[in-house]
């Protein structure tokens, strides 16, 4: 390692994300402490990173399971483009849901009252869905740019 080197003397980008994950020992974690705390570039870097984190954490928290979000997080890359492949499998299912419940609504005897109110149900889940796959899709791009980053 470069843990013999001065705080000043080389950037930590390459620590930096291990030190937001908590993967480094006690020294490098002084290292990249010290480091950003002269270095405006580092402390940038890891300021983006930790914001980055905590955007991709909250957002896989509330969909997966604690521990897969653990099991994933090294690789979040992977990770976001398989959950845009379920969501996208999950959207084909609800137009096709749509189109069968609208058809239900409208060939069934129900009251106008009751038809409304599935219709609000329905809309209600999709739009929480779309609101959700469109999170994920800003959360990829976000993805790619930190890959450039790191
Ligand atoms: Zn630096």
Redesign the pocket.
């Known amino acids: 390692m470069v843990n013999e080197k001065r705080p000043l003397e080389k950037?930590?980008?390459e620590l930096l994300s291990g030190f937001i994950d908590g993967e480094l020992t006690q020294q490098q974690r002084q290292w990249v402490t010290l480091?950003c705390d002269e270095?405006d570039?580092?402390r940038q870097d890891l300021a983006r990173l930790q914001a980055l984190r905590e955007r991709i954490g909250n957002a896989r928290l509330s969909e997966v399971g604690e521990d897969q979000w653990r099991e994933n997080m090294n690789d979040p890359i992977v990770q976001s483009s398989r959950s845009i492949g379920w969501l996208l499998i999950i959207a084909g299912m609800l137009v096709i849901a749509g189109i069968g419940l609208f058809a239900f609504i409208f060939g069934s005897d129900l009251s106008i009252g009751e038809k409304l109110l599935m219709i609000a149900v329905y809309g209600g889940l999709a739009s929480l869905f779309f609101s959700v796959l469109r999170q994920r899709l800003i959360e990829r791009k976000t993805d790619k740019y930190k890959d450039v980053e790191i």
């Open positions: 950037h930590v980008g480091h270095c570039e580092c």
